[in-house]
């Protein structure tokens, strides 16, 4: 796949973030919001991007509502010995990984009481 900036995908295929994390419950895909690149790696206050992590991401966003979310990847093929190469993936505002953290919980949420609302409905209780 061709990498540009408008999608999660790069041209390293499996190597960057799994775009599949921000779809299901957990901890989600990790960020660096307020920092950069150092010599390092990429500094700033991590953020995860998962339903796991909604209430932090609550208090950050009403501290720092203006953060926006860096996704870096590390190319092991143009890094070396003494210098390791991070690539910037993409960014996205702190808002936009609260609702959509909050539309996979409220999904979820609906899915498996709908599924638990059948199966109750259709089992036959014995006394």
């Known amino acids: ?3 540009d900036n408008h999608n999660r995908f790069d041209n390293w295929g499996l190597a960057g973030q799994g775009w599949i994390l921000t779809y299901i419950p957990g901890i989600g895909n990790s960020g660096y919001a307020n920092g950069g690149l150092s010599p390092l790696g990429p500094t700033g206050t991590g953020v995860s991007t998962g339903t796991d992590s909604i209430g932090p991401n609550l208090i950050n966003y009403i501290l720092h509502p203006s953060w926006e979310v860096t996704y870096y990847k ?3 093929a143009g ?3 003494e210098q390791v190469k991070w690539i910037a993936l993409h960014s996205e ?3 936009t990984i609260i609702l959509t ?3 996979v919980a409220i999904v979820y949420f609906i899915v498996f009481i709908g599924i638990s609302w059948y199966v109750f409905r259709r ?3 014995t006394e």
């Open 101 to 103: 953290s909050i539309a």
């Open 123 to 125: 089992a036959q209780v």
């Open 1 to 3: 796949m061709v990498w």
């Open 79 to 81: 890094s070396t010995a």
């Open 93 to 95: 505002p702190l808002s």
């Open 74 to 76: 590390l190319d092991i």
